[in-house]
């Protein structure tokens, strides 16, 4: 992917959450949906903008950590969903 | 045992400065940590949380993020301009991006005179004790990073090019991540 398909895949990654955001819903799923376009967003940014895809050892890792830490993100937004 | 030199996985397959990715990474712990302190303190008020979230403005922060991956965009382009060695592109890449970066704070400015004539502060509720703390401490690197483009806009070296627009695009990766979870979760 180059910087420009990059930008253009942020761009409309984007405009898709604060679409959902514009939509006015709510709700476990549509945090599920919106966390997941924002986990999309960071592997691109660390891939393309930060050419970690060059590094496909480093990529996995970070991967892997921002995988982790957007699960705990999902998890705790289903929690409060539950509560 | 590792190899440092592991094409692959060895410090040196890292892209850019060292240095620089150990700032990234502790900064994105900082961010992190911060982040899902957020979520578990939310699960102690979900309603109150929501409550708060509607005085943000979501389109105002959706326009910011299209202007920051923007920005960022322009940095990644002045990167592959200074490979080639177009120094006078590397500027005028740089310069727009500077100019989106403060175009960001800007919004962002407004966005804090709004809460604050309303009377909305750092003790108005907890949610807006991780806003101001979160998005303030994120504006600070906008701000630092304004000041770096600006440096390797002046000395444009390949180098400090890559070690620059890194930390320009950390300032990105962050934000991707600060906005939904402040401004869209509900």
Request: charged share 10%.
């Amino acid at each position: 992917m180059t910087a420009t398909q990059g930008w253009l895949a942020l761009v409309i990654l984007s405009g898709g959450s604060t679409l959902i955001a514009w939509w006015g819903g709510t709700g476990v799923l549509v945090a599920l949906a919106i966390l997941t376009l924002a986990w999309a967003k960071a592997q691109i940014v660390l891939n393309v903008y930060l050419g970690l895809s060059e590094a496909p050892g480093w990529s996995r890792g970070f991967a892997l950590v921002l995988g982790l830490f957007m699960l705990g993100a999902m998890g705790l937004a289903v929690a409060a969903g539950a509560v | 045992m590792s190899d440092d030199t592991d094409p692959e996985t060895g410090f040196y397959a890292l892209p850019g400065d060292l240095m620089m990715w150990i700032l990234i990474i502790s900064e994105l712990i900082v961010f992190g940590a911060g982040l899902m302190a957020f979520m578990a303190v939310r699960l102690t008020d979900p309603q109150g949380f929501t409550a708060a979230q509607g005085h943000l403005d979501a389109t105002a922060a959706g326009i910011n993020t299209i202007v920051l991956v923007t920005s960022g965009w322009l940095a990644a382009l002045a990167q592959r301009a200074g490979a080639a060695g177009q120094v006078a592109r590397v500027r005028l890449l740089l310069a727009s991006a500077a100019a989106l970066g403060a175009l960001f704070l800007w919004i962002k400015m407004q966005e804090y005179a709004a809460k604050s004539a309303i009377g909305i502060d750092f003790e108005t509720h907890p949610f807006f004790t991780f806003y101001y703390l979160l998005t303030g401490f994120h504006a600070l690197h906008v701000v630092a990073g304004i000041v770096i483009l600006a440096l390797v806009g002046w000395k444009a070296t390949p180098r400090n090019l890559e070690v620059g627009t890194a930390f320009w695009h950390m300032v990105d990766l962050v934000w991707v991540l600060l906005f939904p979870i402040i401004y869209l979760l509900r």
